[in-house]
């Protein structure tokens, strides 16, 4: 009895151990869709969008003086940031520099539901299918866009349009017009880290097209919590850039 204790005890130590060590993604089959599914969260905030290599953003004349005018309107208040007073979406890219975590859900069969704890946003990416005509899109313009994607290999490659006009690129107030589309490829870089490189286009306010890149932890100890505008949120102190109280 005291060696069958003592075996049990081993195996109970041994189990914990093996808990605790990280569980690597199983290789999925030949021609089945990468698994990307998790709970992410950034390690690094930046309420100012960098282009992808630096520099400043490539506005057109009439981008960088609406860019101007967002941040005049900000500061005396003429212009609200209704993401963060309402609670709305952010739209894309911003959304994206989230500090908050997000999960990436592998369904329902022929979507990518992207689930996000700040103003508990929801993507839904449809599979293999076209966006929706330019007409529809206008009908119904959302904050994030419509959404579709599919796989080239590793690489979900998602494409947005359809956003409607109360959205800012960043939390500064980078600006954007109704005609924005952007194009995310987003892969695993590594087995614990996801990343999501996007790249804007909108001629109107942009000179060329332009790309930026985030970077996400894998953390599925984490489980979203709720999020409601005016009360207290999760800690975030671990995120490097977040501004302290």
Request: hydrophobic share 40%; charged share 20%; proline share 8%.
């Given at each position: 009895m005291?060696?069958?204790?003592?075996?049990?005890?081993a195996?109970?130590?041994?189990?914990?151990?093996?808990?605790?060590?990280?569980?690597?993604?199983?290789?999925?089959?030949?021609?089945?869709?990468?698994?990307?599914?998790?709970?992410?969260?950034?390690?690094?905030?930046?309420?100012?969008?960098?282009?992808?290599?630096?520099?400043?953003?490539?506005?057109?004349?009439?981008?960088?003086?609406?860019?101007?005018?967002?941040?005049?309107?900000?500061?005396?208040?003429?212009?609200k940031?209704?993401?963060?007073?309402?609670?709305?979406?952010?739209?894309?890219?911003?959304?994206?520099?989230?500090?908050?975590?997000?999960?990436?859900?592998?369904?329902?069969?022929?979507?990518?539901?992207?689930?996000?704890?700040?103003?508990?946003?929801?993507?839904?990416?449809?599979?293999?299918?076209?966006?929706?005509?330019?007409?529809?899109?206008?009908?119904?313009?959302l904050?994030?866009?419509?959404?579709?994607?599919?796989?080239?290999?590793?690489?979900l490659?998602?494409?947005?349009?359809?956003?409607?006009?109360?959205?800012?690129?960043?939390?500064?107030?980078?600006p954007?017009t109704?005609?924005?589309?952007?194009?995310?490829?987003?892969?695993?870089?590594?087995?614990?880290?996801?990343?999501?490189?996007?790249?804007?286009?909108?001629?109107?306010?942009y000179?060329?097209?332009?790309?930026?890149?985030?970077?996400?932890?894998?953390?599925?100890?984490?489980?979203?919590?709720?999020?409601?505008?005016?009360?207290?949120?999760?800690d975030?102190?671990?995120?490097?850039?977040?501004?302290?109280?």
């Amino acid at each position: 009895m005291r060696e069958f204790r003592a075996s049990a005890r081993a195996g109970s130590a041994l189990a914990a151990l093996l808990a605790l060590q990280p569980v690597p993604r199983p290789a999925h089959a030949q021609g089945a869709a990468p698994d990307i599914s998790g709970t992410y969260w950034a390690t690094e905030y930046n309420a100012r969008i960098a282009p992808l290599g630096g520099g400043e953003l490539p506005f057109t004349a009439d981008g960088k003086a609406a860019y101007e005018a967002n941040i005049a309107g900000l500061k005396d208040g003429s212009i609200k940031d209704v993401a963060r007073k309402y609670c709305v979406a952010d739209g894309l890219p911003r959304l994206l520099a989230s500090p908050y975590p997000f999960e990436i859900l592998q369904a329902p069969p022929g979507q990518i539901t992207m689930v996000h704890e700040l103003n508990h946003q929801i993507r839904a990416i449809a599979m293999d299918k076209p966006l929706p005509s330019p007409k529809d899109m206008a009908t119904l313009p959302l904050y994030n866009g419509h959404s579709v994607g599919h796989f080239e290999g590793e690489v979900l490659v998602v494409r947005s349009a359809g956003f409607n006009g109360g959205t800012f690129l960043d939390a500064t107030g980078a600006p954007h017009t109704d005609e924005l589309n952007t194009t995310e490829r987003v892969r695993m870089i590594n087995p614990t880290e996801l990343e999501d490189v996007i790249t804007i286009h909108d001629p109107d306010y942009y000179s060329k097209d332009w790309q930026a890149r985030f970077v996400y932890a894998l953390h599925n100890d984490v489980r979203l919590e709720d999020y409601v505008c005016g009360e207290k949120h999760r800690d975030l102190s671990s995120v490097k850039g977040v501004r302290r109280p």
